[in-house]
């Protein structure tokens, strides 16, 4: 069936026709809460899009860019890893410990590369076990990714509560890093070539998201190693069959996606809060499964997806300063209907709409035939 | 006596945190059981617990509350159902939407029904279910050890706690002793086969499903209207998982899975109790650990470093009739 069909259904009017479907819903849980859906829409984009906003929306896009493409790679090799969260949680352990260690010897352009090496690094260690686990003795990676989220949160309250708490504070947060350590802020790299702009917490590492779905997007579709994860993610035999190793695959596919979700770490802690805070993975790691199915596992469309999701959760800040009694978790549930809808949901419509271009090519094919035979 | 006390008070702890494991944890047995992947055990019991708070408030009877918290877990049981089940969709996709879905929604409209920021009101006496004082719990209280055992640790529950401990054999002897139960079995291993007998794929593990839903029901309801006394934010806080977790170290089945309900709330209650207490000179056992072991447990389990956790066979595959 799925061969029949003309590619642009497959990855354009079925994915468009679900999420539209999905914020049809949402507009009815607006309507419950007795706020206008189109009201609320038009703040929602004036207020993710608007000269104020954008920087914050991108800002958020530059964590979903991470996450998302971490659940994207891990999904073209067949596996899905829900352990974002942990990870990205790790990645910002690394972060802060080359920041803290040297930030003050080293100057920014040689500890930038440190910084991403070391947030690759701690993602792609919490991704290594359960990858390891998965392939070499079967436990399945969706439980462990789970379970693996609580231990990194546990481990994490451990560390900042009784090793890395900075003594003058009270809240269980590690001290600041150096300030010759942070990312330069988007403002003020916009105001060393003269332009001025209003604040916002975007950063450097904005760039950093794109140029990594660039470097996804040749890995996944133009290298050896691509071909042999998607491989092993359409068929885990025929690709065993053909040589290759389905336990490296997953440890290497593993890692990559966990290296990605640790690269949140960047945004977070080196380029806006500065230092280390209990729960700052706050979310993002679950929210790039839904950037990752809106946005079919493709580097293009994370980052659409992403843009997308960004806009919502600063769009949903402004509905709770312009309506009572809402406020951002309204977008949390507008996430989770577009998880609903686009991915465990995916199949519902498609008999349906798999009819339109077929009816549309019977009809040109009995015109062409009565054209033909009329001449 | 004053370490049998501790124990005793320990223990009762015990029971009071595994309750709503032990209904999340039978819950996912009878999904998972039947084929289907439950990760939203979660995301039903806090739908429940705030449906179960915010009726039990309005409607002044807890058991109103309850049967609305029944009532919702059970609708969101029913898409899990209707997407992984009718139309063949990806079972852990679908209970991480459900988990988030709900996280929004409960405080969404809480935020706009209660107007306290996503809480439910307080629930007064009569909105919660009180402790039932065994007969002559009183008079044997002195009575050593057993009259301890008796007015401390078994008296003084409320219904829910006795209810999840009577659902382990009742679950036992439907899945091993109905022919319900061997159908249900069987098409969590080989539904080609029970498709083959003529028995309906679809509706037994819909009927698994619903069974799901009632049981987390009765779960959130408890959390919300007998162990607190009404909803917040997020109140769940990974229970659904930790019971995912035990219905694993259990190896989905009754009795272990209690064992295991049994251990992991043990845990919890030592953790508090552990909180700040040195061992040896200035070495004090980290609470966290002890909060991180069943999932450490649990991870050794399947890696089958001890033991080996075996999945019902088609545990998470759909299935497709051949044509």
Redesign the interface.
């Known amino acids: 069936m799925n061969q029949s069909m003309p590619n642009w259904v497959n990855y354009a009017l079925i994915p468009v026709i679900n999420v539209l479907l999905a914020f049809l819903v949402s507009a009815i849980v607006f309507v419950m809460i007795d706020i206008n859906p189109i009201e609320a829409a038009e703040v929602m984009i004036k207020g993710a899009f608007g000269s104020e906003g954008l920087g914050y929306t991108l800002y958020y896009t530059t964590n979903l860019i991470f996450t998302g493409l971490a659940v994207s790679v891990a999904f073209h090799a067949g596996l899905f890893n829900i352990g974002g969260e942990g990870q990205a949680y790790l990645g910002g352990l690394g972060v802060v410990l080359v920041c803290l260690g040297f930030g003050d010897q080293l100057p920014l352009f040689i500890l930038m590369p440190l910084c991403i090496l070391g947030a690759a690094f701690f993602g792609a260690a919490w991704a290594f076990i359960p990858a390891y686990l998965q392939a070499k003795r079967g436990s399945h990676i969706v439980i462990t990714t789970i379970m693996f989220n609580f231990l990194a949160s546990s481990l994490m309250v451990y560390l900042l509560v009784n090793v890395m708490k900075d003594p003058r504070q009270m809240a269980p947060v590690s001290s600041a890093i150096p300030e010759a350590s942070q990312l330069p802020s988007f403002q003020d790299m916009m105001a060393a070539i003269g332009v001025s702009i209003g604040s916002s917490p975007l950063n450097l590492s904005f760039f950093f998201a794109l140029i990594a779905c660039v470097l996804v997007w040749i890995y996944v579709w133009h290298t050896r190693w691509g071909y042999e994860l998607r491989s092993v993610g359409f068929n885990r035999n025929a690709a065993q069959y053909a040589g290759i190793s389905h336990v490296k695959v997953i440890v290497v596919t593993m890692m990559i996606s966990g290296a990605l979700s640790g690269m949140m770490g960047i945004n977070e802690v080196q380029g806006v809060s500065h230092q280390l805070k209990l729960d700052f993975v706050a979310g993002y790691g679950f929210t790039g499964i839904a950037v990752a199915l809106m946005g079919r596992n493709h580097p293009i469309g994370v980052i659409l997806a992403s843009l997308l999701f960004g806009g919502l959760y600063q769009g949903g800040s402004d509905l709770a300063f312009d309506f009572e009694n809402v406020d951002r978790e309204i977008v949390v549930v507008i996430q989770g209907l577009v998880i609903l809808f686009s991915g465990a949901l995916e199949h519902m419509l498609r008999p349906q709409i798999v009819k339109i271009p077929m009816l549309y090519a019977k009809l040109r094919a009995s015109n062409n035939q009565n054209g033909s035979a009329e001449a | 006596m004053e370490w049998f006390n501790t124990i005793i008070i320990m223990l009762d702890a015990t029971l009071r945190v595994a309750t709503p494991l032990l209904f999340a944890a039978l819950a996912g047995m009878f999904s998972e059981r039947a084929g289907v ?1 439950d ?1 939203s055990l979660e995301g039903k019991m806090l739908a429940s617990a705030f449906a179960a708070a915010a009726a039990s408030s309005v409607t002044g009877s807890v058991w109103c509350g309850l049967l609305a918290g029944i009532a919702t877990s059970v609708f969101f049981a029913l ?1 899990h159902g ?3 089940i009718t ?8 209970g ?10 409960t ?3 809480g ?2 029904w209660f ?1 306290q920021g ?1 809480q439910t009101p307080q629930l007064k006496d009569a909105e919660r279910f009180k402790p039932i004082e065994f007969p002559f719990a009183q008079e044997l209280a002195d009575v050593p050890v057993i009259g301890h055992v008796y007015s401390e640790l078994l008296s003084g529950h409320n219904i829910l706690v006795y209810l999840a401990f009577a659902l382990v054999p009742l679950s036992a002897w439907v899945l091993y002793r109905t022919r319900f139960g061997l159908r249900l079995r069987a098409v969590g291993e080989n539904p080609s086969a029970v498709d083959t007998a003529g028995i309906s794929v679809t509706w037994l593990r819909y009927r698994g499903v619903l069974i799901c839903g009632v049981l987390c029901g009765f779960a959130g309801a408890y959390l919300s209207t007998a162990l607190t006394g009404g909803f917040i934010a997020n109140m769940t806080a ?1 229970k659904g ?1 930790m019971a ?2 035990a219905l ?1 170290f259990g190896k989905w089945r009754p009795v272990p899975v209690m064992l295991a309900c049994l251990l992991f709330g043990f845990l919890d209650a030592a953790a508090v109790r552990l909180q700040g207490v040195e061992i040896a000179d200035g070495v004090a056992i ?1 609470v ?2 002890i ?2 072991a069943p ?2 447990l ?2 050794f389990l ?3 470093f001890i033991g080996k956790a075996i ?1 019902p066979k088609a545990v998470g595959t759909p299935y497709v009739k051949e044509r």
Do not use: K, W
């Open positions: 992947v990760i898409i209707f997407a992984c139309h063949r969709g990806d079972q852990v996709v679908s991480v939407a459900i988990n988030i879905l709900v996280a929004g929604l405080v969404t409209l935020r706009y107007q996503g990974g998982f995912l977790a694993i980290p966290e650990l909060n991180a999932y450490i649990t991870v399947l890696a089958g999945a």
